[in-house]
């Protein structure tokens, strides 16, 4: 059954998708600024682009995860949400807070921008990821609060599933935890301790919640399996991603100023961290292969698939690969960081997000799927996105290996700077499946504008 306050998900979906083409523009003049150091300067200095880059991914992120609460909530509680004029009012506040900070980051130097917008009063700025103004740090606790508001009232009000409640544990444990990035102790050992807070109990805590019920939720509606079965797996998948995530932030702080005990409680939990993820894609495939049912939207099963998998090799695997201590002694901070960062996000929060879009926006255009045309283009896009991240990846892996042996472990290290020029064939390989990434993104754009015979909702 359909419900009317749905459709606002699809104000918060097209904003995500245009915040994700501009942050894939900027990565690409990032990515091209590592190997020609002056391409677009000074108009696009490289921390102004790595700023909008990793800025618009979170934004986008954000923007998606409401979008997804706003469609699966009323449908999971069995009413209509709370306030849609409500809704619609923060996307508009959100996406224009977002909007007017990227112009900041581009038209004003960046002292500057925390001078005017009150960084004296409240110093906030200047951290990674949580470089926003403090005016754009308070916009998003407002929006936050509001769509919390908006979402919390609706499950009251409504019927309680797993889904909906575990997706409800997920968005205020976001709110929360970006509580966080207010706080900047002068202590910078005790800042770092707190900004991962922010940024480790997102990424691998409460976000793999709402990524877990998203999937859920996708998986019981392509799938026709049991909602009890999918349930029981869900709260399997939750338990293990909190029993590790949680403790697993000590893997940030093994170089930090912190006690030498972090590198074996981080060492340890963080190498129990792929188990949820390995979980989530058995959970995948078993649905599917389980299904009751051949839904016509093939295009969102391949997304959900892709999800598990993608999920287990960026955020497991590539995560593994440099969490012990001792490994991570010579990797961190290198290239290697960033070909886990890249197929990580991808993987579980870039897909999932996707695999709801591809799900619901059919819906909300009065079909059950796209037309077959359209669904094999946007399956085209899956695997050129997806086979260029994991190019990316494997560019990137092999330059932080390069990275670690030049500038770390051999008899005569080199500078950061001629490490850096002999990285360069990698950062080029780099830039053009980036290019490539770009092109499948189009794609999946372009398919939503494909006409062809379609299944009627």
Do not use: C
Request: hydrophobic content about 55%; aromatic content about 16%; glycine content about 8%.
């Amino acid at each position: 059954m359909q419900y009317k306050s749905q459709a606002v998900a699809k104000y918060y979906f097209v904003g995500a998708i245009a915040l994700f083409v501009a942050q894939i523009l900027f990565g690409l003049v990032m990515g091209l600024q590592y190997v020609v150091g002056d391409f677009l300067f000074p108009e696009i200095p490289f921390n102004v682009a790595r700023m909008v880059h990793t800025n618009a991914l979170i934004v986008w992120l954000l923007m998606g995860f409401m979008g997804s609460a706003y469609y699966l909530v009323p449908e999971e509680t069995e009413t209509e949400l709370f306030s849609p004029k409500l809704a619609i009012a923060m996307f508009w506040i959100f996406l224009v807070a977002a909007g007017l900070t990227v112009v900041g980051y581009l038209m004003v130097p960046y002292a500057a921008l925390a001078k005017m917008t009150g960084n004296d009063l409240l110093p906030t700025m200047g951290r990674e990821f949580l470089e926003q103004p403090l005016p754009t740090k308070l916009g998003i606790v407002v929006v936050a609060l509001a769509f919390l508001f908006n979402i919390t009232m609706t499950v009251l009000k409504g019927r309680k599933t797993a889904i909906s409640l575990v997706l409800l544990m997920g968005l205020w444990g976001l709110a929360i935890f970006f509580l966080f990035s207010f706080y900047n102790p002068s202590n910078l050992v005790r800042d770092k301790f707190f900004w991962w807070w922010t940024v480790h109990l997102w990424v691998e805590g409460v976000w793999e919640l709402i990524l877990g019920a998203i999937l859920a939720f996708v998986l019981i509606k392509v799938t026709g399996v049991d909602r009890e079965v999918i349930e029981k797996w869900l709260y399997v998948i939750i338990t293990l991603t909190l029993i590790t995530g949680i403790i697993g932030t000590g893997h940030h702080y093994y170089w930090i100023g912190t006690p030498e005990y972090w590198q074996w409680w981080g060492s340890i939990f963080s190498a129990l961290e792929p188990i949820p993820f390995f979980a989530m894609t058995l959970f995948a495939f078993n649905m599917v292969n389980r299904r009751r049912r051949e839904h016509p939207n093939k295009a969102a099963t391949l997304w959900a698939l892709g999800t598990g998998v993608m999920s287990f090799l960026g955020a497991g695997v590539w995560g593994f690969l440099h969490t012990l201590a001792p490994v991570n002694f010579y990797t961190h901070g290198t290239q290697i960081t960033a070909a886990h960062g890249h197929m990580a996000f991808y993987g579980a929060y870039v897909m999932v997000v996707i695999t709801m879009i591809s799900y619901s926006m059919p819906l909300m255009r009065g079909r059950a799927a796209n037309s077959n045309k359209a669904q094999v283009m946007e399956m085209w896009s899956f695997w050129l996105m997806t086979i260029a991240i994991v190019f990316i990846t494997l560019f990137l892996t092999a330059a932080g290996i390069l990275q670690v042996w030049l500038q770390r472990v051999s008899a005569n290290p080199m500078s950061y700077m001629d490490t850096q020029d002999q990285l360069s064939l990698f950062y080029w390989l780099r830039e053009g499946t980036g290019v490539i990434f770009l092109i499948g993104l189009l794609t999946y754009i372009a398919s939503f504008f494909v006409k062809g015979e379609t299944a009627k909702a």
